[in-house]
């Protein structure tokens, strides 16, 4: 309705102004060399705007012969481009379809079509990478770090090669570039923190963890938990070490690993290997008060065996008797606790008090047992029998019970278990990855969950950034003869061996 409006109130516009010009003829002349034309003023009007259109054609038909040759090369640049691009695309499709000859043969397509470095570059690595043409890759990666724009991104390609070709200081050397270059990015942080605590350089951990927390890449929680196994780890490097020092360097050793593991302490109180060692210290400094009140407020929360070893032997040349007396002191802060029934009756078969042993363990062996007994309690079990009795039959009897008893928790993680804690896996190369827990429901968890974690795993095209632990676990090989890597125990035998065996020699020795 209003388009008619308007179309009808133009025309009338229009049909007012050529009644006008009619009623108003007039005239137009012009003078020029002696010539005199005369004409209407319409027609006039009418021949100059002919001549401007002639004159305003005449200049485009010129400009469009000046700018052809560029109009033409502007349009074979873009088909190029396009061209190029689309080669890219098919490479890129069929670099996610593992198809190595399309992917080679696009890249080289894109490289020669495209001026674009960083994607065509990007494209031949990953061609290669495809093809198992590992040096091709790695010469592709290399030439971005030519150009700013590409270093971070070849730095990145150069990172997953040398991982994969197990070049552990190659890692390491190019995971720092990529965190000094964005000390932002997550994984380059975490590549450089994974393999520094895999080579065991608790410095450099701690040094790299304080410019990931300066950059919020972590939580806070997060990162006071890192430190505190990082301090625990420099703590039972110092303390190992002052073993075999004397004098004043021994104490200096044995105080500067004390401040270490108090300080674990205070970010992490509940940390079972950071409080037993603080507590073991503590007392090698003669500051037993301290230790024992360290164990004292992690007994109450969670009894653990680290803690009762450091409860019993805080005090030197201490008779059986304070011993068991300080044993029940302790397990009285959580008394319905089996590790607490373990600590009373250790104590008690050190003062050779067999009855208080006996009515500790009863809950899992005595005759009105509720609870199946582990392994631990069956070999303290013998150890009652024999020492009370000289009961042999019956000691060998709990001694076989126990290679069928459910084993007790220890620390268990990827292929690994031990009663001793470690700040990283000895298999995996993993940093504080191992947990407090039943190897055998360890293990079935794992059953669980481990289809599902390799389903989710072979669906990831491209290699993620946090794979610094898989890569310091190819890198950290376990030490020779470390007895402790026990995921895979060899069956053994019910038949404990006959009597007068050289197992026997075992009578009158103390080890409680």
């Given at each position: 309705m209003l388009r008619a409006l308007y179309t009808f109130l133009i025309i009338a516009v229009l049909s007012g102004i050529a009644i006008w010009l009619a009623d108003n003829p007039g005239e137009l002349v012009m003078h020029w060399r002696g010539y005199e034309i005369r004409t209407s003023f319409v027609v006039g009007v009418g021949v100059m705007a002919l001549a401007a259109f002639l004159v305003l054609l005449a200049y485009r038909i010129?400009?469009?012969?000046?700018?052809?040759?560029?109009?033409?090369?502007?349009?074979?640049?873009?088909?190029?481009?396009?061209?190029?691009?689309?080669?890219?695309?098919?490479?890129?499709?069929?670099?996610?379809?593992g198809d190595a000859g399309d992917a080679k043969r696009y890249a080289a397509q894109a490289h020669k079509l495209l001026d674009a470095p960083p994607l065509t570059l990007l494209l031949a690595a990953q061609a290669a990478q495809l093809e198992g043409d590992e040096a091709g890759a790695t010469r592709h990666f290399e030439k971005m770090l030519a150009a700013p724009e590409t270093e971070f991104l070849g730095l990145r390609g150069l990172f997953i090669q040398a991982r994969r070709a197990g070049d552990r200081d190659g890692a390491l050397a190019h995971a720092r570039r990529a965190f000094e270059l964005r000390p932002q990015t997550l994984w380059a942080a975490q590549?450089?923190?994974?393999?520094?605590?895999?080579?065991?350089?608790?410095?450099?951990?701690?040094?790299?963890?304080?410019?990931?927390?300066?950059?919020?890449?972590?939580?806070?929680?997060?990162?006071?938990?890192?430190?505190?196994?990082?301090?625990?780890?420099?703590?039972?490097?110092?303390?190992?070490?002052?073993?075999?020092?004397?004098?004043?360097?021994?104490t200096h050793a044995l105080?500067?690993?004390?401040?270490?593991?108090?300080?674990?302490?205070?970010?992490?109180?509940?940390?079972?290997?950071?409080v037993a060692l603080a507590a073991e210290l503590s007392a090698s400094t003669g500051r037993s008060?301290?230790?024992?009140k360290l164990i004292e407020d992690a007994w109450g929360v969670a009894p653990h065996p680290a803690l009762a070893d450091a409860w019993?032997?805080?005090?030197?040349?201490?008779?059986?008797?304070?011993?068991?007396?300080?044993?029940?002191?302790?397990?009285?802060?959580?008394?319905?606790?089996?590790?607490?029934?373990?600590?009373?009756?250790?104590?008690?078969?050190?003062?050779?008090?067999?009855?208080?042993?006996?009515?500790?363990?009863?809950?899992?062996?005595?005759?009105?047992?509720?609870?199946?007994?582990?392994?631990?309690?069956?070999?303290?079990?013998?150890?009652?029998?024999?020492?009370?009795?000289?009961?042999?039959?019956?000691?060998?009897?709990?001694?076989?019970r126990a290679l069928h008893a459910p084993e007790d928790p220890q620390w268990t993680g990827n292929g690994y278990r031990s009663p001793r804690w470690s700040p990283i896996n000895p298999v995996t190369g993993e940093f504080d990855a191992l947990e407090w827990t039943a190897p055998v429901m360890?293990?079935?968890?794992?059953?669980?969950?481990?289809?599902?974690?390799?389903?989710?795993?072979?669906?990831?095209?491209?290699?993620?950034?946090?794979?610094?632990?898989?890569?310091?676990?190819?890198?950290?090989?376990p030490p020779?003869?470390?007895?402790?890597?026990?995921?895979?125990?060899?069956?053994?035998?019910?038949?404990?061996?006959?009597d007068g065996d050289a197992g026997d020699k075992r009578e009158g020795e103390n080890k409680w």
């Open positions: 010129v400009v469009s012969f000046i700018e052809t040759p560029a109009s033409v090369s502007t349009y074979l640049e873009k088909r190029r481009q396009q061209k190029g691009f689309l080669a890219l695309s098919r490479g890129m499709v069929a670099v996610a379809a590549a450089v923190f994974e393999i520094e605590a895999a080579e065991e350089d608790w410095d450099g951990a701690l040094k790299t963890l304080d410019r990931v927390v300066k950059a919020k890449l972590i939580p806070r929680d997060d990162a006071r938990r890192r430190r505190a196994v990082l301090l625990t780890a420099q703590a039972m490097t110092a303390a190992e070490a002052a073993r075999g020092q004397v004098g004043d360097a021994r105080e500067e690993a004390s401040k270490l593991a108090s300080e674990a302490v205070s970010l992490e109180p509940r940390f079972v290997p950071a008060r301290k230790g024992i019993l032997d805080l005090f030197e040349d201490e008779s059986g008797y304070a011993r068991a007396e300080r044993a029940k002191a302790l397990a009285a802060r959580n008394p319905d606790h089996v590790e607490s029934r373990i600590l009373v009756a250790r104590g008690a078969i050190g003062a050779r008090d067999w009855k208080q042993a006996r009515e500790a363990l009863a809950p899992y062996a005595g005759p009105t047992a509720e609870e199946q007994p582990t392994q631990r309690i069956c070999e303290l079990m013998a150890e009652i029998e024999e020492g009370e009795f000289g009961d042999r039959g019956a000691a060998r009897s709990w001694l076989t360890a293990l079935a968890a794992e059953d669980r969950t481990g289809p599902a974690a390799i389903s989710r795993e072979s669906s990831v095209v491209a290699d993620e950034a946090p794979e610094a632990a898989a890569d310091a676990a190819r890198l950290t090989s020779a003869g470390a007895s402790e890597v026990l995921a895979f125990q060899p069956p053994l035998p019910d038949d404990p061996g006959p």
